[in-house]
Nanobody, 116 residues
Framework: QVQLVESGGGLVQPGGSLRLSCAASGFSFSRSAMRWYRQAPGKERELVASISGGFGITRYSDSVKGRFTCSRDNDKNTVYLYMDGLKPEDTAVYYC?????????WGQGTQVTVSS
């Protein structure tokens, strides 16, 4: 079955960096688009980055463009989200997502807190 396991969250000061990882299994990872969402308290879940299968084309929301970088390692079945220049408004639970055979799959999420 499809499994997505995020890691790498934590507490970081404004301006700092974190790298999130999402280990995937149970589906054809290299051919699948992967997405990173986040959800802050009291807010709707927001798509922040995506990376296609195949050529690994990336897209970003305006709120993170130029600060976050999404990449993938198909040998390790892992997708990454590098976050630089973190701001307090980036505080949220970050989720990894994929769609396989028409079904949406989510990881358990990893908390990112940006605070001094």
């Amino acid at each position: 079955q499809v499994q997505l396991v995020e890691s790498g969250g934590g507490l970081v000061q404004p301006g700092g960096s974190l790298r999130l990882s999402c280990a995937a299994s149970g589906f054809s990872f290299s051919r699948s688009a992967m997405r990173w969402y986040r959800q802050a308290p009291g807010k709707e879940r927001e798509l922040v980055a995506s990376i296609s299968g195949g050529f690994g084309i990336t897209r970003y929301s305006d709120s993170v463009k130029g600060r976050f970088t999404c990449s993938r390692d198909n040998d390790k079945n892992t997708v990454y989200l590098y976050m630089d220049g973190l701001k307090p408004e980036d505080t949220a639970v970050y989720y990894c997502n994929t769609i396989d055979r028409g079904e949406n799959y989510w990881g358990q999420g990893t908390q990112v807190t940006v605070s001094s």
